[in-house]
């Protein structure tokens, strides 16, 4: 059974800096996709950001393409989101995902693999 806990979100002023943490269990974690979503009050969840099981393979949602780096531990268990250059806008819940499919397919058609979320609210 895919299990994912995040941790590491707070409160910071825009143009501060947060690192998401989450940890995977219960797969085979080298084997899966992961990822990064986040739900604001009232909107839809959006891809935020994925990696391979390699990590050699990264993609961005273009609101956070330059700002955000996703990266993972596989030694660990782990994947990461470093979060720089913060909005306001950027304020959301934010979700860790694990496919065992493409980064595509996930960002698409995403698999109900979520953990509880962690909340991050950018003041300005």
């Known amino acids: 059974e895919v299990q994912l806990v995040e941790s590491g979100g707070g409160m910071v002023e825009s143009g501060g800096s947060l690192r998401l943490s989450c940890a995977a269990s219960?797969?085979?974690?080298?084997?899966?996709?992961m990822g990064w979503f986040r739900q604001a009050p009232g909107k839809e969840r959006e891809f935020v950001a994925g990696?391979?099981?390699?990590?050699?393979?990264?993609y961005y949602g273009d609101s956070v393409k330059g700002r955000f780096t996703i990266s993972r531990d596989n030694a660990k268990n782990m994947v990461y989101l470093q979060m720089n250059s913060l909005l306001p806008e950027d304020t959301a819940v934010y979700f860790c995902n694990a496919d065992p499919r493409l980064i595509v397919s996930m960002m698409t058609r995403p698999l109900e693999h979520y953990g509880q979320g962690t909340q991050v609210t950018v003041s300005s």
């Open positions: 219960g797969f085979t974690f080298s084997s899966y996709v």
């Open positions: 990696i391979s099981g390699s990590g050699t393979t990264t």
